[in-house]
């Protein structure tokens, strides 16, 4: 992807999965990468992973420590990358935890944290660095959500809500900076295997599992490449594989058929007991 070589891309989450896998494809594709997490040993590990990947020695990258929940950490940060850096041509904020379990065990805290992290962190970030894109008339913002913000899926109230969220902000932003030539995409990931998956499995109700149990898993490289091949191609909602985007189609022409294969899966597994 020609596109990428010589540009700088800023990218939340580039510690980790789907923002790890995008971070060493840009590297690849001779892209000069930012990466923002909160953990530093994550951080320093990714790092190392993305500059193996590059194409040529010009390219530069660098970690910064950050949590994108933190409104006044994240103006100061992104004020000292584009001042390092220089402004981002593109903008991925895959930062973002999952959490997965009945409403009735889902406490505030966790609630707060979903908003909080997958939600405010993007506006954060967007806040700080939507105007130095806008002066320069040209860029990209990548913002990823999940099928569970287009689904509403058991067992993801808390998630469902920061990705339901995250898309209508998405599609407002988008015709805001249309006109000042930076495009706004939406990445709608299927499960895809990260260690974000894994930690949701911990809480998952089998009713979850048995709604979401024939659906694929995909691989974060796929899932990374599929969106900065779609971000170039200027679409709005991107959803990798064909079962998200046919789970999108349905619930778009025909809900109550969505919601009627969730019911009868729900009913399968009260039926059989695995559940009180
Ligand atoms: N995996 C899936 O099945 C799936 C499906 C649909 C959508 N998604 C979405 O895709 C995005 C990436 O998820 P993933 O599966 O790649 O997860 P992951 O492997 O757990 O990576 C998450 C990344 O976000 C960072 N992060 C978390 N909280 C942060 C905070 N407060 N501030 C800054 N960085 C933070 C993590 O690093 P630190 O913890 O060190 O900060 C890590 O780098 C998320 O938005 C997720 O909701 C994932």
């Known amino acids: 992807m020609k596109y990428y070589q010589g540009k700088t891309v800023y990218v939340t989450g580039g510690s980790s999965g789907i923002g790890l896998a995008a971070s060493v494809l840009l590297s690849s594709y001779g892209a000069n990468v930012a990466i923002f997490a909160r953990n530093k040993e994550k951080l320093k590990n990714a790092l190392g992973k993305i500059e193996s990947a590059k194409k040529s020695a010009a390219q530069r990258f660098w970690a910064v420590s950050l949590d994108v929940s933190d409104n006044r950490a994240v103006k100061k940060a992104m004020n000292k990358a584009v001042g390092e850096f220089g402004p981002p041509d593109m903008l ?13 065990k889902t406490s505030f805290e966790k609630f707060d944290e979903e908003m909080r992290i997958d939600l405010y962190g993007v506006w954060n970030t967007c ?10 008339g040209a860029g990209h913002i990548v ?14 109230t808390a998630y469902s809500a920061a990705k339901f969220g995250l898309i209508g902000f998405s599609e407002s932003l988008r015709g805001e900076l249309k006109p000042n030539g930076v495009n ?8 895809t295997d990260t260690p974000q998956l894994h930690e949701e499995e911990k809480t998952k109700p089998a009713e979850t599992k048995a709604i979401s149990g024939n659906a694929g898993l995909y691989q974060p490289e796929y899932v990374a490449r599929v969106m900065l091949r779609d971000a170039l191609k200027r679409k709005f909602i991107i959803i990798p594989g064909l079962e998200g985007k046919f789970t999108y189609l349905m619930k778009r022409l025909c809900p109550w058929l969505v919601e009627a294969v969730m019911d009868s899966a729900i009913r399968k597994v009260r039926k059989q007991g695995v559940r009180k």
Do not use: H, Q, T
Not at 127 to 136: F, G, I, Q, T
Not at 143 to 156: D, E, K, R, T
């Open 92 to 104: 991925v904020n895959s930062a973002g935890v999952a959490y997965c379990n009945d409403f009735e």
């Open 143 to 156: 913002n990823i959500s999940s099928i569970a913000g287009l689904v509403g899926v058991y067992g993801y």
């Open 127 to 136: 806040e700080a660095l939507v105007p130095v894109m806008k002066v320069r």
């Open 184 to 191: 706004v995409s939406v990445l709608c990931p299927p499960d």
